[in-house]
């Protein structure tokens, strides 16, 4: 994946089926002040307790690629494109004080950067990667993949735990 101007991306997971990396420098506090505007993480400032982070996951294994172009053409929804899928662009909302979390997948891409549509990787029913829920989860599970676990290790180290 290219670094671009307001990406500043950092690898944070790659195992067999997928790879997720991580824009470390646009973090947002995922809740709201009275001005209806979002905190943003400066510089030297605590990270709000609850944050959206953009992270973007690349299928690497074929086969769960093929499953998810089939869950796809199965939802109603179009594949046109897909046998170039490259990479889905979403978020991953983390609740520091309830350790949980949840992805909320936004936009898939070819290996052109091109869009192929909104994405649907995080979809009710069986998960395509497993570990990954668009449902608030604890981050602690067992059932949480490691990816998960990394993002939130990263925004929050365990040697702030005494936030």
């Avoid at 004080?97 to 936004?106: D, G, M």
């Avoid at 052109?112 to 009710?124: C, I, M, P, R």
């Avoid at 990954?132 to 040697?159: E, H, M, Q, R």
Wanted: glycine fraction near 8%; proline fraction near 5%.
């Amino acid at each position: 994946m290219e670094e671009s101007g307001m990406w500043n991306w950092k690898m944070i997971h790659d195992e067999n089926d997928f790879i997720m990396y991580c824009d470390i420098e646009n973090v947002a506090g995922s809740e709201e002040d009275e001005q209806g505007s979002f905190p943003v993480g400066e510089c030297y400032q605590a990270l709000p307790e609850k944050i959206i982070v953009w992270v973007s996951i690349g299928i690497k294994n074929k086969e769960v690629l093929a499953r998810y172009i089939a869950r796809r053409r199965e939802a109603g929804l179009s594949a046109t494109g897909y046998e170039s899928y490259a990479h889905s662009l979403g978020l991953v909302e983390l609740d520091f004080p309830s350790r949980l979390y949840r992805v909320i997948p936004a936009m898939d891409f070819d290996d052109k950067d091109n869009q192929l549509g909104t994405s649907s990787l995080v979809a009710e029913g069986e998960p395509l990667l497993k570990g990954l829920k668009g449902d608030w989860s604890p981050v602690d599970s067992s059932d949480t993949n490691d990816a998960i676990k990394a993002v939130f290790k990263f925004f929050y180290p365990p040697d702030a735990e005494d936030r």
